[in-house]
């Protein structure tokens, strides 16, 4: 085979189909087509209860009824925080993060490991002040940090992995959600980037935790994309629609910056029984739990008011190569 034939072939790839395809950049397929193609890719095992595709995996815990959940998330210099920001806010958001992920299957937190990539030039008392941040909201949730790594690299970088544990076959799941039951959120939604609650919110566990508990939960999911896109995620999971009454969305800004900004890190739920729950969750916090909508039948359909929701959500790489 000549060099050129040898490029060529390295050029194209076969799908499961037969189909070829041109190899293709991160920047031009964007982050849910490239989430999508790696998904055939991961492993399989009878431990394993949800693989990809929710808040975490979940693995059932042998000899136990237990389940333990697993989740990763990047907090990335410039993309999730500004490079001025002060370290322990840093530290906060990176951990954050994980723990609204294992707050939106009704876990308890568990164990922290934090891989740390940083350029020479940082300063120790800087990367103190992040641990130091870390610490304090594991400590506040009962999680503990028992490892990582630190590499060199041009921009600061913490990628923090979680685990928490749950019930046997109780996590609160994405594809929970039924027709008819009620679309819930547990906090004002928007404008999280311009008010600094991207780098202040308090993760839901203790909410978490108690809406699991309830046992009047279907589907749940926390909102760090913004809801539209991230009710999406229930949506397809459960193969069902939603339709959204906008002035039920409680909000900070417009209603457009609710729908879209994301990072609000709130809970958006479905339940089949919204008076009890609403009821219940009043007693336990003293706030309301609103309604903002309900579950239809039409599968993957969207609305806000009887119009179609268009699909304008962040996603890593595609803004690179967009128009």
Same mark, same amino acid.
């Given at each position: ?6 490029? @060529?072939?390295? #050029? ?19 982050? &849910? ?5 790696? $998904?055939? #890719?991961?492993?399989? &095992? ?5 693989? %990809? ?9 042998? +000899? ?10 990047? !907090? ?30 009704? %876990? ?13 030039? $940082?300063?120790?008392? *800087? ?42 076959? *109780? ?5 929970? %959600?039924?027709?008819?039951?009620? !679309?819930?959120?547990? +906090?004002? $939604? ?6 600094? &609650? ?21 589907? #749940? #999911?926390? !909102?760090?994309? /913004?809801?539209?896109?991230? $009710?999406? &995620? ?11 009454? /906008? ?45 903002? +909508?309900?579950? *239809? ?11 179609? !929701?268009?699909?304008?959500? @962040? ?9």
């Amino acid at each position: 085979m000549s060099a050129a034939s040898i490029e @060529f072939f390295k #050029m194209i790839k076969k799908t499961e189909e037969g189909t070829l395809l041109c190899m293709s950049k991160l920047g031009e397929i964007g982050e &849910h087509e490239t989430i999508r193609r790696i $998904l055939p #890719m991961l492993g399989k &095992h009878e431990a394993l209860v949800v693989g %990809a595709g929710d808040d975490c995996a979940v693995c059932r815990l042998k +000899g136990t009824s237990l389940d333990q959940v697993f989740t990763t998330d990047p !907090v990335i210099e410039n993309v999730h925080f500004q490079s001025l920001e002060k370290p322990e806010r840093i530290g906060r958001k990176a951990v954050g993060r994980v723990l609204s992920d294992i707050a939106a299957m009704g %876990a308890v937190p568990q164990w922290i490991l934090v891989n740390v990539v940083a350029p020479a030039s $940082l300063e120790f008392q *800087t990367l103190e002040k992040i641990y130091e941040g870390m610490g304090a909201i594991c400590e506040r949730f009962g999680a503990t940090i028992i490892g990582g790594d630190v590499a060199k690299g041009g921009k600061l970088e913490l990628h923090v992995f979680g685990t928490g544990l749950v019930p046997a076959d *109780t996590a609160l799941l994405r594809s929970g %959600a039924s027709v008819g039951d009620a !679309v819930l959120v547990t +906090g004002p $939604l928007g404008c999280s980037f311009a008010s600094g &609650h991207h780098l202040d919110f308090i993760p839901r566990v203790d909410e978490g935790l108690f809406l699991r508990e309830t046992g009047l939960v279907g589907a #749940m #999911m926390d !909102v760090s994309d /913004g809801l539209a896109t991230d $009710l999406r &995620h229930i949506l397809k999971q459960s193969k069902v629609g939603a339709a959204l009454e /906008g002035g039920a969305i409680p909000k900070n800004g417009t209603l457009a910056q609710a729908l879209f900004d994301g990072e609000d890190f709130e809970l958006v739920l479905t339940s089949p029984k919204p008076a009890e729950l609403q009821a219940r969750w009043a007693e336990q916090f003293k706030t309301e739990l609103p309604i903002i +909508g309900n579950i *239809t039948a039409e599968a993957g359909i969207l609305t806000l008011d009887g119009e179609l !929701v268009e699909s304008k959500a @962040f996603e890593h790489f595609a803004s690179e190569y967009a128009s």
